[in-house]
C-alpha cells in the first residue's frame, strides 16, 4: 500500500511545479506526476483546483506575510509603524527575489475566479489596520505601499522598469521615505 502524502508535501510539489513550468502549467495533473500521486490520490487531498490555489495562496501569506518575514530577518520586535513598514518591505524583497512563479500563479488563479483572493484580501485589509495605527500620516504610508504593490504587479507581468539595478534603486528610495516616516499620532 502506498505511504498517504501529506497536504503540505502537495503544496511543496504544487510550487516547483510553478517555479519550474511557469504559472500557465500549474494544473492537478502537473502536481499529481511531481508529487508522486495518481490525479484521484491529488483530488483526495485537493478536490479542485480552486481548493489547490486556495490552499498555495496561504502558503504563500503564512511564507510571505510581513509577520512571517520580519521573524527571519529579526525584526519581529519593532513594532514601530516605521518597524512594521519596513518588515513590509522586506516582505515585497523577498517575494520579488525568491518565488515569482508562485505569485504568479496566484494572480492568474485569482483573474479567474476572483473569490481566490479573499483570504488575500482579509489579509492585506487586517495588516494595513495595524501597520497604519498610530502613523502620523497614514496616506503617505499607503502611497509607499502602493509603489510596492505596483512594483510588485510590474514584476510578476514582466513590466518596465524590469531592470534589476533600477528596481533596487526603487526599493532603497522606498525604504529611505518609511525611515522618513514619523509614527507618533
Known amino acids: 500500500m502506498r505511504?498517504?502524502?501529506?497536504?503540505?508535501?502537495?503544496?511543496?510539489?504544487a510550487s516547483v511545479v510553478a517555479q519550474r513550468d511557469g504559472a500557465s502549467r500549474l494544473t492537478i495533473e502537473a502536481v499529481a506526476k511531481e508529487v508522486g500521486l495518481?490525479?484521484?490520490g491529488l483530488l483526495y487531498s485537493f478536490p479542485s483546483k480552486d481548493a489547490l490555489m486556495q490552499a498555495l495562496l496561504q502558503k504563500m501569506i503564512d511564507e510571505f506575510g510581513s509577520n512571517a518575514?520580519?521573524?527571519?530577518?529579526?525584526?519581529?520586535?519593532?513594532?514601530?509603524?516605521?518597524?512594521?513598514?519596513?518588515?513590509?518591505?522586506?516582505?515585497f524583497r523577498?517575494?520579488?527575489?525568491?518565488d515569482t512563479?508562485?505569485?504568479?500563479?496566484?494572480?492568474?488563479?485569482?483573474?479567474?475566479?476572483?473569490?481566490?483572493?479573499?483570504?488575500?484580501?482579509?489579509?492585506?485589509?487586517?495588516?494595513?489596520?495595524t501597520m497604519l495605527h498610530g502613523m502620523r500620516n497614514p496616506v503617505a504610508a499607503l502611497?509607499?505601499?502602493?509603489?510596492?504593490?505596483?512594483?510588485?504587479?510590474q514584476h510578476l507581468l514582466g513590466l518596465p522598469p524590469v531592470?534589476?539595478?533600477?528596481?533596487?534603486?526603487?526599493?532603497?528610495?522606498?525604504?529611505?521615505?518609511?525611515?522618513?516616516?514619523?509614527?507618533r499620532i
Open 3 to 13: 505511504k498517504a502524502i501529506s497536504r503540505s508535501k502537495i503544496l511543496d510539489a
Open 38 to 40: 495518481s490525479k484521484a
Open 69 to 91: 518575514c520580519c521573524a527571519r530577518t529579526g525584526l519581529e520586535g519593532d513594532q514601530t509603524p516605521q518597524g512594521k513598514m519596513h518588515n513590509k518591505l522586506q516582505s
Open 94 to 98: 523577498r517575494l520579488m527575489e525568491e
Open 101 to 129: 512563479h508562485l505569485a504568479h500563479a496566484v494572480l492568474i488563479a485569482g483573474t479567474h475566479n476572483p473569490e481566490l483572493l479573499e483570504p488575500l484580501r482579509a489579509h492585506i485589509t487586517q495588516e494595513l489596520d
Open 143 to 153: 502611497v509607499l505601499l502602493s509603489a510596492l504593490d505596483g512594483m510588485l504587479l
Open 163 to 183: 531592470d534589476p539595478d533600477m528596481r533596487r534603486q526603487m526599493l532603497e528610495h522606498i525604504e529611505q521615505s518609511i525611515s522618513g516616516l514619523e509614527g
